[in-house]
């Protein structure tokens, strides 16, 4: 204990022996995981829809290569999305194939291959009835799949209370804080959704129209794009702080996106499918996911982090490890 003494000793003793620095030891360890969770989309959708291989990942064949090296390299799971995607005899995958059909040719040879050392994280987007859309999930082809509050009710409610029922974890994609508002309000607040809550943070994409069923925000530079990551993160951590929370790289952001959520202790998603930028201030374009994938893990190895693997994961969102 310090001995107590007058003003005018105790301020002669402190400048005789002052320190401009304090010990190392005051500041303590910051509170960032040293585990990281890394995914990723493969598909692309910013070509002409010709596939270019890695770079626009469109056929079975070009998805099967892609997903394979990103496992190879580490990812704990990959996401496979169909949307707008078109095959090279010119056919709709998430129109012209019965999604549950494409989903089990990609995923049959991952299988055989990395048995469950990756996680099938799958979209339930696709189908011309509601049962087509949820047919991969309850067929026991994924184990995560994301879905947006911000899609119609009809739609939205009975697809996640749907994916809860088959022990899918629900991503919840979300592209502004309004939509972190309806997740609360529509899946939360109504008790629909299981903890650990799991997030998506997908902003950062141009929209074509005023306003869409996922309308986004527009980020054209690093403050724009620091300053809605915080936000969210802020609105999301206000609903529960123990969500799970991963940033999805999109549209010019997606290096510096990747970077302060990994600065931040969150989880990403890498990949083409929401980005085909390398740099935010260049037209230089990424070659194929397993680029970008090596450039996300060499920069949580810079910052301390260490991507966890398919298991990690599972235990991360509430998944049964395999």
């Known amino acids: 204990m310090m001995t107590p003494l007058p003003l005018w000793e105790a301020a002669k003793r402190?400048?005789?022996?002052?320190?401009?620095?304090?010990?190392?030891?005051?500041?303590?360890?910051?509170?960032?995981?040293?585990?990281?969770?890394?995914?990723?989309?493969v598909s692309g959708r910013f070509t002409d829809g010709a596939s270019t291989g890695g770079a626009n990942p469109n056929n079975l064949e070009d998805y099967v290569d892609e997903a394979s090296r990103v496992i190879e390299a580490g990812a704990c799971g990959v996401?496979?999305?169909?949307t707008f995607v078109t095959d090279a005899k010119g056919r709709r995958l998430d129109r012209d194939l019965r999604p549950?059909?494409?989903?089990?040719?990609?995923?049959?040879?991952?299988?055989?291959?990395?048995?469950?050392?990756?996680?099938?994280n799958l979209n339930v987007l696709n189908g011309t009835s509601f049962e087509m859309c949820v047919e991969?999930?309850?067929?026991?082809?994924?184990?995560?799949a994301p879905c947006a509050p911000g899609h119609p009710d009809a739609f939205m409610v009975p697809a996640v209370t749907a994916l809860e029922e088959f022990g899918v974890k629900p991503e919840l994609a979300v592209h502004s804080t309004g939509e972190i508002e309806l997740a609360k309000r529509k899946l939360i607040d109504t008790g629909i959704l299981k903890k650990p809550y799991n997030w998506l943070i997908?902003?950062?994409?141009?929209?074509?129209?005023?306003?869409?069923?996922?309308?986004?925000?527009?980020?054209?530079?690093?403050?724009?794009?620091?300053q809605h990551m915080f936000m969210m993160v802020d609105q999301i951590r206000k609903i529960d702080p123990d969500s799970i929370i991963s940033v999805c790289?999109?549209?010019?952001?997606?290096?510096?996106?990747?970077?302060?959520?990994?600065?931040?202790?969150?989880?990403?998603?890498?990949?083409?499918?929401?980005?085909?930028?390398?740099?935010?201030?260049?037209?230089?374009?990424?070659?194929?996911?397993?680029e970008m994938f090596e450039m996300a893990k060499q920069i949580a190895e810079l910052h301390g982090r260490t991507t966890g693997d398919a298991n990690y994961y599972r235990t991360l969102v509430g998944l049964p490890t395999k």
């Open 202 to 226: 997908l902003y950062g994409l141009p929209f074509n129209v005023g306003r869409s069923l996922v309308s986004g925000v527009s980020v054209n530079n690093a403050q724009d794009m620091a």
């Open 249 to 290: 790289a999109a549209g010019r952001a997606t290096l510096y996106m990747t970077t302060l959520a990994t600065m931040l202790g969150l989880h990403i998603r890498v990949g083409v499918e929401d980005t085909p930028w390398k740099y935010p201030n260049q037209d230089k374009l990424l070659g194929n996911n397993l």
């Open 79 to 82: 996401h496979i999305d169909f």
């Open 14 to 41: 402190e400048l005789e022996e002052y320190q401009f620095v304090s010990s190392s030891d005051v500041q303590p360890k910051w509170d960032v995981p040293e585990k990281i969770a890394i995914n990723c989309a």
């Open 100 to 120: 549950v059909d494409a989903y089990t040719e990609v995923l049959t040879p991952l299988k055989k291959r990395f048995g469950n050392d990756f996680v099938p």
């Open 136 to 144: 991969p999930a309850k067929a026991g082809l994924a184990e995560a």
